[in-house]
Each structure stands twice: as C-alpha cells, then as structure tokens.
C-alpha cells in the first residue's frame, strides 16, 4: 500500500501525451462496442481500463493493437496518425500486448513461444536453439516460474502458467506500450506480485503501461490514473491519488452499489455427505497419498492453493475428465466409477472449468445454445429441439447473471470475456446439479457481477447444493466458502475453518508451512 | 412460404440467420452467374430437356454430398463413398439378380441391401476413427481400399445388368418433368436440413465439429454421435448406388471412382468448413448444382475435353474467390 | 519339383476392367490346362499407373521368371524395362497394345507381339456404323482415357472410319471408360447435337451409358457401336439398341501370347513381328 | 550417433524428444512388422535387388510427400501434386526433345522448366488460398483440373518420349545398390527436416498449423509462410517429375492420377496431423516405407489384385491404430 501510494505521487507532472484516443466508434453489426471513447496516455504512466463486462475495453485494446479497425474517431500515436492495419504494424509503432485470451502455440515448446515474434537465429541464420531456451529461461525466471522446463510444450501447462508465458513473450521486446488485458484473471497472490515488480521495473525505464483488471485493489496499488469504462464510453479519467475505489465503481455502474454483500456468518446445518473423496491419485498427482476430503449438501468448500498446486486436476479427477489413478470418489456413500464426464452429470455433478475458450464454450454457436449444452433434454421433445424453451432460458439466465449480449442467437464469441464466463456458468446452473464443481467460477467478471454470482452459489448452496470452489482470489474463497482446503504440491496443506479465515493463513499452508497465525491445520 | 414463417418463430441462428442466408445466396449469385452465362451463350442450355438433364446428372453427386455434410461438419472426411458406392451396387446387383424373385421382391432386396452395405462400411468408418481416435482422413482412404478391392471380387470385376423393368421405370422416371431420383436426392437434403437445424442430435453434431472437448465435457458422448455422422454419410452411399442402378440399369464394381472428390467438392463449395462446425446442407445443394450446371454447360457450350477441365478448375476457384467477397460484405 | 517348371509372370492393365478380367481367367484356365508352367500374373491399379507395371517387370526380374507377357499401359514408357528384362535373359512377348515401333528402334530392341489391333478394331466397329448411315452421317465418339494407348487408338480407327465413309464427325469426347460418365457426356452432347444419327463408344461400358442416356430421351434412332463384347450387351444387340460391337476374343489373348511365350523358352525359335489372332464385328443376327 | 549428440544438446522438443522418437518408432514398429512378415512369407523379399525395387518405387511417393508435409504442417492441404508432376513433365518433356541442344543443356533445360512449373503452380496455390483466406482443398482440386488440362493440352495427349541417354543413366544409376533418384529424395528429405527444425521459418510453420490467429496476433505475416509451403510442395511436385522422367524415360500427361491421396497418406501414416501443427518429416519418411514395402510385398507374396487392394485397406487401418497404442503408452 506505501509503494502503491508513492508510485502514485510520482505520476507524470510534465503531460508528455503521446497516445491520444478521440471519439472512437467500433461497430460489430447492430453491436456498439464501442461508442465515443477518449483518453490519453502519458509516458511512462501506468494507465488502469476499468468497466463492467462488455464495457468495451478489450474492444479498444484490439484496435490499439491492430487486430480489427476502427470505425470512427482519430488516435495520435507519437503526433502521427495510428491507425494500424495488423498486429505487425501495432509491434513496428512499439504497441505489446497480452490479450485477455490466450493465444499461444500448444505444440510448440515454452521457449518458442515466448520469443514466437523474433526468434533468435545463430550466425548462420538458423534458429539458435541455446539462445531461444536461455532467453525462455530468463523470462520465466523473471516471472517466478523457475521449476517449469522451458522445452516443454504449452500444452502440458495449466492455465495460469500459461498466463505467465504470455506476460513473459509481451516483455520480450522493447516496446513503448505495453498493454496488459486482465493479465492477473488466473494468477494467485504470489505471481501478481511479481508481475506487479515487473510493471514497477519497466514503468521506470520509461515504457507506458495500459492495465486491465477488476480487482479494484490492484488498480490502486500500481496504477497512476485510471479510466472509467461504460456501455462503449469513457466516463472519466482520474488520477488514482485523487480517487478511491468506491468512487470508481460508482462511475463504473452509474449507481451506487448495493452494500457490500454480508458474509454469512450465520451457523449453517449442513445435510448428509454428498460427495467424498478419498486418497484420489489422478495421472497428474506424483504423490503416493493422494487428496481426501468430504463434501455435505448445503456447504460450500474452497480450495485455494498456489499456481500448478494441483487444484484443477482434483475436479477433472472427480468429473470423471482424467484416470484416476488410484483412491476413490463415493457419491452419497456409493463407490462412483465415472467412465467420463456423462457419467459424473448423470450422479447430479456439474463442473464449470477454468478454460472456457478450449472447455467451456463453444464459440462460434448461439449463446442459447452454449446455455442448454448441458441440458439439452429440457429444451427438447423427443429429440427436438425447442426453440422457444431454449430462448426463454438463455433469456432468464441472462438476467440473472447480468449478461451483456446482444441476441441470445449471437454466438458466444461475440461476448466480452467476463460474459462468456457467466454463460459458462449459466449453462450448469440451468442444470440444477446438486453438486457443482467450480474452477475460477469469476474468471474475468466484474465487481458487480461478481457479487451477484456470489449470491447465487450461495443461494444454491441454501437450497442443499454442494458446492466445491477452486479460486486464487483468497477474498472469493472467504466470501464463499464454510471451509477452505489448502492445496500445496498436489496434497491438502491444511484445512481452514470460517474461524481462521485470513489471507495469511491461506498463504502459509499454501507455501507448504503448518503453523498457523490463528487456529491450527487439521 | 411456411418455411419461412417456421423460421421466424425458431431460429437456429448460426444456420438460418440472415447472415446464413446471404451465405448461401453468395454462392448461390456465383450459381446465377453461370446459369445467365450458359443461357446466354447456348440456346439449348436452358431448355426443359436440359433442365431434366441437370437435374439428373447432379443426382447422384448431391446424395453423396448430402451425407457428406454430416461427416465434415464434426470435422471429419469420407473418401470411402465412391468405393462404398460401388460396393453397395455390386451387392445389391448380386441380389436383385438372384433366381426366384418377383419383381417387388427383388427390388426391395436390392435396396435393403445396397443401404446395409453403406450403412456397415460407414459404421465401420465411424466406429474405428471414434474409438481410437484416428484420423478418418486414413481410416476412410482403408475403407476405400476395402470396399473396391470387395466390390471387385464380390462382382469378379464383371458388370452385373438385367433387372427387372420396374427398376429401370423408376430411374427414369419424371413428375413435371422433375426426375423422380432427383426428388428422392431432394428429399434426402431436406430430412437432412430438418435433423441439422432442428434436433438435438444436429445441435450436438454442429457442436463436436466446433469444440469437441466442450461438448464432452458437457456430458455427451462425441463418440456415438461421430459414428452417427459416418454412419448416415454411409447409407447415403447405399442410396446412391440405389440411385446409379436404377439409373444405368447396371452395376459396375468401378463406378464411383473419384467421386468423393466431387461430393467434398460439393459441401466445400457450398460453404462448409473443412474444419468443421460450420455449414448448410442448403449450401452443398448449391454446390452440387455449380459442380453439376458447370459440368453440362461447358459441354453445350463446345469446349473441348481438356479446355473444359482446365475452365472447370477455373471456375470452381473463382466461385469461391466470389463467395469470399460476399462473405466479408455480409460480415460488415 | 514345381520349381522345375518354367516361370511364365504375366502384366496385366487394371483387373478392374472387364476385359482384362476376362483376360485373366482364361491365362488362369490355360495354365491349369497345360499344367506345365507357373504363372504369376500383376494387374495395376488403374490405367494410368504406369509406375506398378515397370515396378512388375523389375519384380519379376527379381523372381526370375523365364517369361514375362505384358499388356503394356503405355507403348512408349514399357520399352526400357522390357528392354532390362531382356538382357537378363528373360523371353518377353507384347500382346493387346504393341510397344511403339520408334521407341523400340531407339532402344534397339525387337520382340514379337501378340494381337489384334485396337484401331483396326475400332475401325471394324466404325464401318459398321458407316455402312449404315451412308455418306454425311452425323457421328459422335465416346473415347476411353485421353492419354492412355489402346484409347488413342480406338479413336484414331474410329476416326478411320469417319475419314472413309465420310461421316460428319460432330463431337469427340472422352467420359473415362466409365459407363456414368458416358451417360452424363453424350446427354450434353445430345443436347447439343440433337441431330446425331451414330455414335461410337470406345468400349461397351461407355456404349451402356449412351443407350440409357438414349433412353431417357425417348430417341430410338440413333444408333451405338461399341467394343469389347461385354456380356451385359447381349441383351442390348439382341434387342436393337445396339448396332454392333467388336469381340477381340480376350480369354485366348493372354493365353496364345503364354503359349509362344512358352515355346521360346522350351527352346523354340525367336519370336518377331505381329502374331495376328482372330476379331470379329458382333452385331444382330 | 552424431545425430543423437545433437539433439541432446539441441533438442528440438515436440519433434526431437524422446517421445517424437518413440512416436516414430511406432509408425517404424508398423514398418518392422511389415518387413518381417514378407520377410518370412517370401523369400524374394529381402533380397537386394528387391531392396533396390522398393526404393526406386517409393521415390516418387516420398518426394511429393516431403513437400505435402509442409503443407499440412500448416493445416493445409494440396490435392494437386499429381497433376502438377504430370503438367512439369509434359512441360519439361517439350523442353528436352528442343531440337538444336545438346544432352547437358537439355537436360538442364528439363529439370529447370519441371521445377519452375511446379514451383509455379504451388505459388499459384499458395497465394490464391493465402491472399482469400480460402480453403486450400477447393484451390488446389481447381489447379488439379487445370494442371491436368493444360498437360493433355500442351501434349495433345501424347506421350512424349525420347529423351538423351544421359538423363536415363541417371534415372537408373546406382550407388552401392541404392538408387541415385532415392538419394535425391532422401536428400529432400533431410533438407526438409533441417529446415523445419532447425529454422525461424519452420517453426513457424509449425505455430501457423498449430494457432495461425497466435502467429498472426504475434506480428508475423501468416500470408508469406504460407505462400511458401504451398511453393515448396509445387517445388517437389516439380522434382518428382524430374524423377518420373528419368525413370520411365517417357512424359506422360496422365501420370499421377491419385499420386496425391498416397503423398497424404504417407504423411498421415507418418503421424502428421491433418489439422497441422504437428508432425515430422521423418514420420513422412516411414509413412512412405510403409505403402511401398505394403504394395511391393503383396504383390511378392502373390496375392490377388483385388485381394491385395482389400488387404492394403485393411494394413493401413491396421497401422494407424498400432501407432495410436504406441502413443497412448509413449505418453504415460
Ligand atoms: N466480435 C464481436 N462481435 C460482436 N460483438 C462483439 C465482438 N467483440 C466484442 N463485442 C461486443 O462489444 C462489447 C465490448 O466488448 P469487450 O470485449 O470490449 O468488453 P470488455 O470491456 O473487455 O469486457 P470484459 O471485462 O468482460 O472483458 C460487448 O458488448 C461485446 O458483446
Ligand atoms: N491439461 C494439462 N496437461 C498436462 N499437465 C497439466 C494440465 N493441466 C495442468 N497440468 C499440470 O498439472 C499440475 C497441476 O495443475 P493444476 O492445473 O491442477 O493446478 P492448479 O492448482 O489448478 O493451477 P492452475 O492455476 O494452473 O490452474 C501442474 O504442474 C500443471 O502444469
Ligand atoms: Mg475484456
Ligand atoms: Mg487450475
């Protein structure tokens, strides 16, 4: 917090405007995306985007890097003209970028891919293999990730970890701008920290930094101004030492929100164990004692953990996705044998995963369609589909969950990424599971639509659900969870009871020490 | 007309959108294109007698492509369908020319025959590629292998004729002047249409082709439904060679040979993704007609032999340089 | 001591064609016949795969067989593998297509070939067309693979005919051998020329297709020349929907050409020149 | 052994690990299944004239499939190989029987005109797929027709025949048994699996297949690689006609019908995958054995044609699956 308010002191006093947006218009169809945004960018400055989903920040992150044109306005890049035609030209004018969703190369090793924009090549001309893995290894070093192999392809990382290895290729070059969409979404405690080292880093060599993030605190602690997203507009821009986050969230809404949402600490009458789990092993788990823990109707258990510590493989290991290995998973009492995921959704289980481009949705079909995949039996008549039936639910989960979109009959791709995380939810919700497995179940969802999502799970687990969360927000497990199992080196650490709630507990198990500053580990 | 109101009130959108629409009516302008030239520069082209013609000779190209759809949309490929084809034809020959039928009869043991023979190789094809997950690009080119290597020893590479007169009635048989085989292919793209846009078992098909992993995770099992699609591309194969029986009055252990060019060439052109998850069999039925007006029409028009396949490679690149404008137009 | 007996490896054009087939059931009931010989017989897999005939030759020089007996693909690719076969000392004999005569000058070779001649069968066919047409009859051809030899000269004694009977050649076409692709072309072709009198399919599955693209039109009175002598035409000479069509007597071809084959080996005199068999114009009696 | 120092030290992971290894070894335990079975059931197999045959006959095959690999290494596809060889040397045949040169030149003069012709083609195919963003099986099934027109119409149909005796010694040589052309391609072959592993632009044509948005979004212009691989395919398309010429001493333009699904097929046997991004050129290499060894040994063993095709469906199928188990157990 000292750092975060010191940086912000610092903010440019001399106005070098050197990027400048005016009354830009993105159209997509009928779709305003974005619809007269104005801002500027000073050099050297931390720069925060914050907005509801589908506000239109990745829109103009897109522009600004040259994936798409603009329709209407003027930016100013350097006092010229910028108006990028490829993400080449957007690199050439000295625009990086991590977009909020992934693109990397899953066949292809670490080391290539974060030098994918320049590989190095030997005196020959030829790739130079020692060059490509020390520099792969550097970065990642850099970002913490020294115990992953850089020869390794992406495809065996988890998605955090792919998260770091798109930071790590934006920070490859030199670049003037670097813009950073929602680079935190996935990451715990740890690696934003050093992420956030990073910014400091490059923030002091001069490069200007775009970030965007709704984690309100982040945007506090490295920022220096902030601009205010909503529907297509800028609202406002303000320096962040002359603003607080309640200020911002207001303008972000435009409303007051409702209080903050009260952590129940009411005591709560958990039913019979729905699901329990014992000395599960799946392929992933080199341990030999594997994961146990029970899980009752009505209650809500957190599993918080560091990056890699094996969190999302326990779900997939349940869901019936991986072998298991060894050890058991019992099903109100019975001894379950998934064969595979519709074997688990046939038990009553429901799974939302932390990959919803590559698991969660199907992106080029309707957004109905995304919602009823999981439930299709209710929207259908003897194997027909009900239109009507299908429209109607999307349309209630949609306001439910607060979705932006534009017709339910648009394709999922046309969401803002916060909002094709709220249809993957919708679509497991829609199929009233009595247990629900979730992995990062806020992945890119905004402050209110966070709470409101809280309310739900919570809901649901009043009304008898189980609900299992896997999260690295340590407040979102808090919020939620009756009880928070703390993974480390694919083993539970130690369990927390809503009693030794605190960030440093979690932290502590989480890097592998027992003792605790409250309470005790069972 | 009632279609179309049927469409207001359930949309399937990512096939019947105005945007679909305009997708299908892209290729279609191309389809226009060549019919207005045709017409222009042959009088015979656009004769009742042509037209008949037309329609007969995309008959057996559009069946195969119909089932041909199916496989591609979940991102998969038949190059088995020519030989199946064949192979049906040889099988259904051998029963249609057994002794001691009456007519009916055999004719209704041909048919069974020819689609249970399609039926089986396409189970077989889907049932390989879905359980070891393997690509059906190999596993069909074996099946192709198969079924001419079978329909050659089955037939000990004789053409197998003589069938009953009522067989050979309905190969040429019109309505209006619509050849009845034509009518049966046309049936086929409309039960094909109607399972694709309004049954869960299209939906599911749509969704493998797009995000295969998503659709399992949501419970379903990709495998059945996969060797569902080879399964129906199968016994589409099996109707074909109905159709080239009844038509030829013959069958031939080597006919089919290339057609599963066609028939990939058909749906491709109608705007179906190689990759899968995006298509309209309303798509391949105007590929089907480009591929069909396009070969008919250079042959009226004079062309000789080898200036006719240079023109049609041509023109089958330019029709989907064409759609590729209309496409990016629509998307604005 | 079966291996006492002379290797006879007999090269084939695709097995898929009717008549090859047929071909090959009579070299496999001669060779049961006379018992005296091993035969090992290759097909191709299709007709333009010249590749697995030489890669045959070159097998069978491998195997060591005495003689080899080839259906060429191709007049002009063939020479040179034979050429190599010979040198090894292996008897080798030409029947259904012959080697091109330049090519074989070139490579300084000389070896016999058994056969009738596609053109002068064509031809055959053709004049039968021609008689009955008379002067200034309007023709069309159906022709086999453009490429491929006995096709090249099937057209040519077509055209023969046309040159000496003065017919009016309309149009020219190939629809592969196959008997869909037949019918689809001469449609199109009608459609184009609805004043043709005759056509002359280049082999009778070709001659299929047209009679039920004829068919389908409800025309009657034109007529259809064919070649081969496939059964399934029987029924269509019989019955007039068919004017004629050439029998090469394939099921002896192979056989005879075995047959010198043989006697070289047993130590017969060299073999030269064209070894003529019988082919004869089949048309209702 | 050099080989293996190498690659410790350089190790190119998703194709040089132990695992890429293992994975060949697979499709390569196929292959030694194959050999051993002839091997006993015929004792013509492993002879050394007939190891000569088999690499004289797998020559062609192997390289269109070195160029196809690049193709589909970036999610493409290239149907026209066959009539891009047979169009190169009808092309090349015009140029070698120019009166007036003397056998150097015109053989010179050969080899340039097949390779400029296929190279281009290629480009031709490249840059409409690229420039249009359109499926390359519709491009490339466009120039298969017109490749195959233009070489029926540039030698009338004719066979072109009479080339310098050199060009034949060349087409026959032999060093130590093996056949100078296989050497040719054996050197293509090692061409290929250095450039795409050991530089920039192979990697890259490994990200294209992999994730082309990734590639694009990280600044590199897609358009230019992918113009490239369809150019280097239509370079060896070019090449085999070289190689076609000086072993059949002929020009042919119906040569290579179908040559394409067997350069797939020795690709995709080899472990390449369809939808790009992975895969190996040695895999190629072995995919390539595996049909030759297949064709030359069925016909050794003196199976029937129609039985050989069947049983070359049913080896292939086989094949494929045997390795899907060599990677499931590489993987744990
Ligand atoms: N390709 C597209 N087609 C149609 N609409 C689109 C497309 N991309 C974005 N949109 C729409 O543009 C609006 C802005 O989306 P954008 O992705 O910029 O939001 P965002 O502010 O980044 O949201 P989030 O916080 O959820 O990431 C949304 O309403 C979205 O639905
Ligand atoms: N799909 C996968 N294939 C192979 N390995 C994986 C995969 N997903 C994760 N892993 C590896 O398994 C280990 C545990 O990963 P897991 O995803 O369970 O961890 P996590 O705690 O959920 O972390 P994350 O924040 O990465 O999701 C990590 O080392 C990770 O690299
Ligand atoms: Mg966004
Ligand atoms: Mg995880």
């Given at each position: 917090m000292v750092a975060a308010t010191q940086t912000a002191a610092q903010a440019p006093a001399h106005s070098t405007q050197f990027l400048s947006v005016e009354r830009l218009k993105k159209y997509f169809g009928g779709v305003k995306a974005l619809d007269g945004v104005s801002f500027f960018l000073e050099q050297g400055e931390v720069h925060a985007l914050v907005g509801e989903n589908g506000a239109g920040k990745s829109t103009l992150i897109k522009i600004l890097s040259g994936v798409f044109p603009y329709d209407h306005g003027a930016i100013s890049l350097d006092g010229q003209t910028y108006r990028p035609q490829s993400p080449h030209e957007a690199k050439e004018r000295g625009v990086q970028v991590v977009h909020q969703e992934f693109n990397l190369l899953d066949h292809l090793s670490i080391a290539e891919n974060i030098s994918i924009e320049k590989l190095p090549r030997n005196r020959f001309g030829l790739l130079d293999r020692p060059e490509l893995n020390s520099r792969a290894r550097k970065a990642l070093d850099a970002i913490g990730l020294t115990d992953i192999d850089v020869k390794a392809p992406v495809s065996t990382l988890g998605i955090a970890h792919r998260q770091l290895v798109e930071i790590a290729r934006a920070l490859q070059s030199e670049s003037q701008i670097l813009i950073l969409d929602e680079p935190t979404a996935t990451l715990t405690e740890r690696e934003t920290k050093r992420l956030f080292e990073l910014v400091a880093r490059i923030k002091a060599d001069g490069v200007t930094v775009v970030f965007v993030s709704h984690h309100l605190d982040e945007v506090f602690e490295i920022c220096d101004r902030v601009t205010v997203f909503r529907n297509g507009r800028t609202i406002a821009t303000d320096l962040i030492a002359e603003t607080t986050p309640d200020g911002i969230v207001q303008r972000m809404v435009g409303r007051q929100l409702a209080g903050e949402m009260v952590s129940g600490d009411e005591q709560k009458d958990f039913g019979g164990v729905a699901l329990s789990v014992q000395n599960l092993r799946t392929e992933a788990n080199p341990t030999d004692t594997g994961v146990s823990f029970d899980l009752r109707y009505g209650e809500i258990v957190g599993i918080a953990g560091l990056v890699g510590a094996g969190r999302t493989e326990i779900l997939r290991g349940i869901f019936g996705i991986d072998p298991v290995r060894s050890g058991e998973v019992q099903r109100d009492g019975e001894t379950a044998r998934f064969s595979g995921p519709g074997d688990a959704i046939a038990a009553g289980i429901g799974f939302v995963t932390e990959d919803r481009k590559d698991e969660g949705l199907i992106l080029d079909m309707p957004i109905s369609a995304n919602i009823s995949l999981a439930n299709i039996n209710s929207v259908s008549q003897a194997g027909l589909l009900k239109f009507a039936a299908e429209r109607r639910q999307a349309t209630e989960a949609g306001e439910k969950l607060k979705l932006k979109y534009g017709r339910t009959a648009d394709p999922a791709s046309s969401l803002s990424g916060g909002n094709q995380q709220k249809v993957v939810l919708a679509k497991w919700l829609a199929r009233d599971p009595k247990v629900l497995l979730l992995d990062e179940p806020t992945r890119g969802v905004d402050v209110g639509a966070k709470a409101e999502i809280y309310a739900i799970l919570k809901d649901l687990a009043r009304s008898g659900v189980a609900l299992l969360v896997v999260s690295s927000e340590m407040p979102e497990l808090m919020t939620l969870a009756d009880r928070i199992l703390v993974l480390a080196e694919h083993q539970i650490q130690g369990t927390l009871q809503r009693a030794d709630f605190s960030e440093e507990n979690i932290l502590k198990l989480a890097y592998g020490q027992t003792e605790l500053a409250g309470g005790n580990s069972q | 007309m009632t279609l179309q109101t049927t469409t207001d009130t359930l949309p399937a959108p990512s096939r019947f959108s105005v945007r679909t629409v305009l997708q299908n009516a892209g290729i279609g302008r191309a389809l226009l294109a060549l019919i207005i030239f045709f017409s222009v520069f042959t009088e015979h082209f656009l004769t009742p007698n042509n037209i008949t013609n037309i329609l007969t000779q995309i008959t057996i190209n559009l069946v195969l492509a119909v089932g041909m759809t199916f496989v591609i949309l979940i991102g998969g490929i038949d190059l088995s369908v020519g030989s199946v084809m064949a192979f049906a034809a040889v099988v259904a020959g051998k029963a249609i020319t057994l002794p001691g039928f009456g007519p009916a009869e055999a004719i209704a043991l041909a048919v069974i025959a020819a689609t249970l023979t399609g039926v089986l190789c396409g189970l077989i094809n889907g049932a390989i590629s879905a359980y070891w997950a393997l690509p059906s690009f190999i596993i069909t080119l074996g099946m192709l292998n198969i079924a001419r290597g079978a329909a050659l020893q089955v037939s000990d590479a004789q053409t197998i004729y003589s069938f009953p007169y009522a067989f050979e009635e309905f190969g040429s048989a019109m309505i209006y002047g619509v050849p009845v085989v034509f009518l049966v292919a046309l049936v086929l793209v409309f039960m094909a249409w109607f399972v694709l846009n309004f049954t869960v078992f299209g939906r599911l098909l749509y969704g493998i082709g797009n995000n295969e992993e998503a659709v399992r995770l949501a419970g379903q099992s990709v495998r059945r439904y996969k060797i569902a699609a080879f399964t129906i591309c199968g016994f589409t194969a099996g109707i074909a060679a109905v159709v080239y029986m009844a038509r030829l009055n013959i069958s031939s252990p080597?006919?089919?040979?290339g057609f599963e060019l066609n028939a990939i060439a058909a749906v491709i052109i109608g705007g179906t993704s190689l990759s899968g998850g995006r298509g309209s069999v309303i798509g391949t039925l105007l590929g089907a007609f480009i591929i069909g007006v396009l070969a008919n029409g250079l042959i009226l028009i004079g062309l000789s032999d080898f200036m006719r396949q240079m023109i049609t490679g041509v023109v089958i690149i330019f029709a989907v340089i064409l759609d590729h404008y209309r496409a990016k137009y629509a998307a604005t | 001591m079966a291996d006492d007996k002379p290797k006879v490896g007999l090269i084939m054009k695709s097995l898929a064609n009717e008549f090859f087939q047929n071909m090959m059931a009579g070299a496999e009931a001669h060779q049961e016949k006379r018992g005296d010989y091993e035969l090992l017989a290759v097909g191709m897999q299709n007709e333009t795969d010249f590749e697995s005939q030489i890669n045959a030759v070159e097998n069978f020089i491998t195997q060591g067989v005495d003689a080899i007996v080839v259906a060429p693909a191709d007049s002009r690719a063939m020479v040179r593998p034979l050429k190599k076969a010979m040198e090894a000392g292996i008897v080798v004999v030409n029947f259904d297509v012959a080697l091109d005569e330049d090519a074989k000058k070139q490579q300084g070779i000389e070896l016999a070939f058994v056969g009738p001649d596609n053109r002068g069968g064509a031809k055959l066919a053709g004049d039968a067309l021609g008689k009955k047409l008379g002067e200034g009859g309007k023709v069309v051809i159906i022709e086999g693979n453009p490429g491929a030899d006995n096709a090249n000269q099937r057209r040519m004694g077509f055209e023969d005919s046309v040159a000496e009977y003065k017919l009016d050649l309309l149009d020219s076409r190939t629809a592969h051998w196959e008997t869909e692709e037949a019918n689809t072309v001469f449609s199109n072709m009608l459609t184009a020329h609805p004043d043709i009198q005759g056509v002359m399919a280049a082999n009778d599955s070709m001659a299929i297709g047209v009679v039920k693209a004829l068919e389908s039109a409800g025309r009657t009175d034109i007529m259809v020349v064919g070649f081969d002598n496939i059964p399934a035409v029987g029924p269509m000479i019989e019955d007039g929907r068919m004017l004629a069509t050439v029998d090469q007597f394939g099921t002896d071809m192979a056989a005879n050409a075995i047959d010198l084959a043989l006697e070289v080996v047993g130590g017969g005199g060299e073999l030269k020149g064209w070894v003529k068999t019988p082919i004869e114009l089949v048309a209702a009696q």
């Open positions: - | 080597i006919a089919g040979i | -």
